[in-house]
């Protein structure tokens, strides 16, 4: 059976466990919300360049740290 808006409430599901999983700080330059930055959940290898949207996939950052990194793959 399909439950409408079930994919979104998997979304959110799946954005909390990866900012849980990271301490809810950004992997990069370990600041969090206590630090007044907006954390966002972030593809590591980019979608647009066949990266998926599991969780081994996604990385918790800030939005400094994010705005930055365009579709390129960091390591």
Request: hydrophobic share 30%; net charge positive; glycine share 14%.
């Amino acid at each position: 059976r399909l439950v409408v808006g079930s994919a979104d409430v998997y979304k959110r599901q799946m954005r909390y466990d990866v900012l849980h999983r990271d301490g809810f700080h950004c992997v990069r330059c370990g600041r969090g919300r206590e630090d007044g930055v907006k954390l966002h959940v972030d593809h590591i290898v980019p979608v647009s360049r066949g990266g998926k949207s599991v969780m081994g996939n996604l990385q918790t950052l800030c939005e400094v740290c994010n705005c930055g990194k365009g579709n390129r793959y960091l390591e």
